[in-house]
């Protein structure tokens, strides 16, 4: 078998994204409105949840143009999400993907501002440009993000995060917390591109397992990172957890315990793909690059 070339393949899916990004929210009235969206939106960061996103639709058949509004639209509302999340009333950051956040630099109020429109501005993204879906299945990702992002997903998870601060939590607790925060996002960017192209109820059940898996790896080694990485390194303040005392994967499990629960996921995860062959190099690339990543 060849061997997949992971970096390429990111630079190639980062670069169509940057782009799609840019023309499809072009600096417009209100200025600042729109200075502010953008200034988080163009901010970088790795773009995993659009790649996702294209890889699962073109793994199902589809094509990259089919995914790319979906694509753009998980990366706004994981970019609003993000902006809310630095915000004085939840984390207080002051540093997001190497720069100021938001509301240093435009203030709260325009941050919070900013926030709603990308999240309200995704869906209307997907139903306006999406070109070549069967209707049914453009609302079913519509259906699926609004829940993701709800108090079923990312709102929820968040809710108890910030219910849990100073407090002992279980493991359990631990998981609803990250399976919601993170991982409900990292579900529907693989779910939204496997449906678009068209997949049956076997492939979207394999890829939700699948995605289910690395949804927690990638969590497992965010808190691994926040002890052994740099500021630098992750573009945000390191060291967080420890400072304000949160209950993490290795608080719980020890490092090892931690870094080798991650190790299970990836491998958990691959096993789903056993049966797409060649088709799943790139996704089964990723789970790899979840597990190992340095930022
Ligand atoms: C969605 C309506 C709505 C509101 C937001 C604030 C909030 C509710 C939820 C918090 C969600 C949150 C900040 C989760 C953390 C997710 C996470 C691990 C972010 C880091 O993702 P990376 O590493 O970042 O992919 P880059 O910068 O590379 O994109």
Redesign the pocket.
Known sequence: MSQFDLDAYLRQCRSQVEAALDRYLPQQYPDKLYEAMRYSLLA??????PILCLTSCRMSGGSADLAMPTACAL?M??????I??DLPA??DDDY??GKLTNHKVYGEDMAILA?DAL?AYAFQLIAEKTVGAQPERVVEVLGRLGKA??GA???G??VV?LESEGRTITLETLEYIHTH??GA?LEVSVISGAILAGADGGVVERLTRYSRCIGLA??IR?DLLDITATQAEL?KTAGKDLRDRKATYPSLLGYDGARDRAEQLREQAVAELADFGASARPLTALAEFIVQRR?
């Open positions: 970088g960061g790795k773009r995993l949840r990366e509302v994981h970019t609003m999400s993000l809310h999340d939840m984390d997001r993907r926030g999240l992002a709800s997903g990312l709102v998870g968040q995060d925060k993170t996002l990638f969590q965010d573009g930022h």
